[in-house]
């Protein structure tokens, strides 16, 4: 069964894209279906600190890991290199220079857990111990006095902390009866 030349062309026609599209794929990467079984993948550390594992740090201790591990990309005090200011300009939101970094911004202090656990030093992520990333987060968190230098940071001091701009997001929608009565609620498709 041969094919007239009018309906080669159409299939070679139609077969030509995909052959095309995989033959000019890069083939880099790998199949994220293997990755995402493993257990820290799927560790997501709630706001109410749900999830966080047991372990401690202290600012101290975090000072010494940022140096090694973080001050290349975030500066030496977590300011002021290529990576995204990490602290200061607490209170700047409302200033005409508004500066997000985590502690003026953030408004749960266990994402900072989370954030970093799963994602820092940005070219080896899942690297730290659990130990680290407490240290890390109180050494963070104390630059700005958000928590006392000697605080320990653990699983059921970190859910306490309140940063600075907890109350600055407005609720989209209403789930507590705090939202329900906060007149900076928008209310989406009203
Ligand atoms: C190789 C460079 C590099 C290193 C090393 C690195 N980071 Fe980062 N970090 C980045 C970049 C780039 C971003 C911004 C990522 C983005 O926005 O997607 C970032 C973002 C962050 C953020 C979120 C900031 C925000 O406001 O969104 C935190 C927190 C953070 N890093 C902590 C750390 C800690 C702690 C370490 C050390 C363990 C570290 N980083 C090491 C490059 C780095």
Same mark, same amino acid.
């Given at each position: 069964?041969?094919?007239?030349?009018?309906?080669?062309?159409?299939?070679?026609?139609?077969?030509?894209?995909?052959?095309?599209?995989?033959?000019?794929?890069?083939?880099?990467?790998?199949?994220?279906?293997?990755?995402?079984?493993?257990?820290?993948?799927?560790?997501?550390?709630?706001?109410?600190?749900?999830?966080?594992?047991?372990?401690?740090?202290?600012?101290?201790?975090?000072?010494?890991?940022?140096?090694?591990?973080?001050?290349?990309?975030?500066?030496?005090?977590?300011?002021?290199?290529?990576?995204?200011?990490?602290?200061?300009?607490?209170? +700047? !939101?409302?200033?005409?220079?508004?500066?997000?970094?985590?502690?003026?911004?953030?408004? *749960?202090? @266990? =994402? %900072?857990? &989370?954030?970093?656990?799963?994602?820092?030093?940005?070219?080896?992520?899942?690297?730290?111990?659990?130990?680290?990333?407490?240290?890390?987060?109180?050494?963070?968190?104390?630059?700005?006095?958000?928590?006392?230098?000697?605080?320990?940071?653990?699983?059921? +001091? !970190?859910?306490?902390?309140?940063?600075?701009?907890?109350?600055?997001?407005?609720?989209? *929608?209403? @789930? =507590? %009866?705090? &939202?329900?009565?906060?007149?900076?609620?928008?209310?989406?498709?009203?």
């Amino acid at each position: 069964m041969f094919m007239d030349s009018k309906t080669l062309l159409i299939n070679l026609l139609l077969i030509a894209p995909s052959l095309a599209a995989e033959s000019m794929s890069p083939n880099l990467g790998q199949d994220a279906t293997e990755q995402s079984k493993k257990p820290e993948w799927n560790l997501t550390i709630t706001p109410d600190g749900k999830n966080l594992p047991a372990g401690a740090g202290t600012a101290a201790e975090g000072k010494l890991i940022f140096a090694q591990k973080c001050s290349g990309c975030h500066g030496p005090e977590g300011i002021g290199a290529s990576a995204e200011p990490l602290v200061g300009e607490v209170g +700047s !939101l409302t200033s005409s220079y508004p500066e997000k970094t985590v502690n003026s911004y953030w408004p *749960y202090a @266990t =994402t %900072l857990f &989370d954030y970093i656990r799963r994602a820092m030093p940005i070219d080896a992520p899942f690297s730290l111990s659990v130990n680290e990333v407490y240290a890390l987060s109180a050494y963070i968190l104390d630059r700005d006095g958000i928590i006392e230098p000697n605080f320990e940071l653990n699983q059921y +001091s !970190l859910p306490k902390v309140t940063m600075p701009n907890l109350d600055g997001f407005i609720p989209a *929608y209403p @789930t =507590t %009866l705090k &939202d329900l009565t906060d007149e900076r609620t928008l209310y989406i498709n009203d």
